[in-house]
């Protein structure tokens, strides 16, 4: 089936560092989604992007449609504590509108 | 209570058990899902419901059996499973098609085969 490529699998980052992470396929997508889920509770919606080129923030978040509609980053600047959890991405592929989901970013803060 | 509601958090059941999942949306959707959530995998869609009818089966065994008796009530009812389908099971709800409208999740089932 149609795959998303997420990196990285896991962060460990410190307290106060900027964070990427992106996602990339071989299949061109219409929109790109990027949830994230605390552990013990449902993914839950950042950001989502619906033109190629188009970047979006929300607070510290900021992501971006990539121009060749075949990938999408995702950046958090000035990391805090409760941004730890599991990020993921999704897109709906431009064919078949089908919704196709990343493996996730598992964001850790070291102590 | 507002959300996407499913019970129970925790079950654990022998192979040869029956039990159901419920969840329950309060947000006036249209289209219910089930996806399985596995360890550094991507979220596997199992089915989709719109406005109770069943518009997407992803080749799922027959073990899993889902019901949507209305708009706002989605189960999962599971029996004789295997070991390999301990996950965690999410419900999902969207006011359009999944590819059209944000999905908002529950806080999902976490579900062990003994």
């Known amino acids: 089936g149609q795959q998303l490529n997420q990196s990285p699998q896991s962060m460990f980052i410190q307290e106060g560092e900027d964070v990427s992470m992106n996602c990339t396929s071989s299949?061109?997508?219409?929109?790109w989604l990027w949830y994230k889920q605390d552990p013990g509770e449902g993914p839950v919606l950042l950001i989502a992007l619906y033109k190629a080129g188009e970047l979006t923030s929300n607070g510290r978040l900021t992501a971006q449609f990539g121009i060749t509609r075949k990938d999408s980053f995702l950046n958090i600047s000035a990391s805090i504590p409760s941004d730890v959890g599991i990020y993921f991405c999704?897109?709906?592929?431009?064919?078949?509108?089908?919704?196709?989901w990343g493996a996730g970013t598992k964001l850790i803060i070291k102590p | 209570e507002t959300g996407v509601t499913q019970t129970p958090r925790h079950l654990v059941m022998g192979m040869t058990n029956k039990k159901s999942l419920k969840c329950e949306q309060h947000?006036?959707?249209?289209?219910m899902y089930w996806y399985k959530q596995s360890a550094k995998k991507p979220l596997e869609l199992m089915f989709v419901y719109n406005f109770k009818e069943q518009t997407e089966n992803n080749s799922v065994p027959s073990r899993f059996s889902p019901e949507c008796p209305n708009s706002s009530h989605l189960f999962l009812h599971l029996h004789t499973l295997q070991p390999e389908d301990s996950a965690l099971y999410l419900c999902a709800s969207s006011q359009g098609r999944q590819g059209q409208s944000p999905l908002h999740f529950g806080n999902g089932t976490r579900l062990t085969v003994t």
């Open positions: 947000l006036g959707h249209n289209a």
């Open positions: 299949s061109i997508f219409n929109t």
């Open positions: 999704a897109g709906v592929m431009d064919s078949n509108y089908q919704l196709i």
